[in-house]
């Protein structure tokens, strides 16, 4: 950005992490929201022209094989990557009344401020168009009412990039101090998270804590399975055995919605805790600059 005299700011803050939305097709989806905007999935996909449930948090290892982020680091930014071309990227339109936009710059510990003209001059040298919708309207969607965003569905769906050595992230000068002016409080939902460029895919790919969705998922059916089978054969007086192939196809059908689900409650924790550990950061900082006068 400095190559392109983009003014910005950069504030440090302790690790947070969201996530990136996917269709069913496997589409993939950047979506940046002020942090009062509500965004309905349900709308925003029938917008899209993805039916009610078209649109879903995308599964972690996307992050790393397109937008060459690990969890937490998803952000405009990624999309510079050639693996991110076809992941289409859609901004709350208010950041238009905002004077500072706030971003993570592919790594979750640190937060980028710009206005959103300098956001489209950034898009655009990567030859980005920026798009500001309203992200809170409720079209109607039918045969004479089209999808009014499905100009945004990506034709294609993205390549994972290839495995690449691990890299640094490019480091940008830091600013400790707390912005003056309110308009610099954080308005935003930072979307992104970036760390080593290309680190190994069993880096991030599998959370080592609880943040593992498919390791979660996984364990809900393993503690339902036997209580099912158990009661089930009871009352119908069927082997359980018999059982079994009925409780799999239950399973199947049920884990993407189920890992959908608790995603979005993770991706809402993360968020809450970004929000509740970037205000601290600012807080600390408003209260170092009064002892200091």
């Known amino acids: 950005m400095r190559e392109l005299n983009i003014e910005f700011s950069c504030y440090d803050h302790p690790v947070v992490l969201t996530v990136e939305e996917q269709d069913k097709k496997h589409r993939l989806y950047v979506v940046s929201a002020l942090a009062g905007t509500k965004v309905d999935m349900k709308i925003l996909s029938q917008r899209l022209g993805l039916g009610k449930g078209g649109l879903r948090m995308a599964p972690e290892e996307n992050l790393l094989e397109v937008l060459q982020v690990p969890l937490g680091c998803v952000t405009p930014f990624a999309l510079l990557n050639e693996s991110a071309s076809a992941v289409s990227l859609l901004l709350d339109q208010g950041f238009k009344s905002k004077q500072s936009c706030y971003f993570h710059p592919l790594t979750n510990d640190v937060t980028i401020a710009l206005s959103s003209s300098n956001l489209d001059k950034f898009l655009m040298s990567i030859g980005r168009q920026p798009a500001y919708v309203d992200l809170e309207a409720s079209p109607v969607v039918g045969k004479d009412n089209p ?147």
């Open 147 to 293: 999808p009014d965003l499905a100009d945004f569905v990506p034709s294609g769906v993205p390549n994972s990039a290839e495995p690449i050595e691990k890299v640094t992230p490019t480091n940008v000068p830091r600013q400790n101090d707390v912005p003056k002016e309110k308009t610099c409080l954080p308005e935003v939902k930072a979307k992104p998270k970036v760390q080593n460029k290309g680190a190994e895919k069993t880096q991030s790919k599998i959370p080592t804590n609880g943040a593992n969705v498919e390791k979660f998922v996984n364990d809900v059916f393993d503690i339902m399975s036997p209580l099912f089978l158990s009661e089930v054969s009871k009352k119908l007086n069927v082997k359980q055995e018999e059982l079994s192939s009925i409780f799999d196809g239950f399973k199947e059908q049920a884990t993407i919605d189920l890992e959908s689900v608790t995603t979005s409650l993770k991706n809402a924790a993360y968020t809450a805790g970004f929000e509740a550990g970037f205000e601290t950061m600012l807080n600390s900082g408003l209260k170092g600059q009064a002892s200091r006068k």
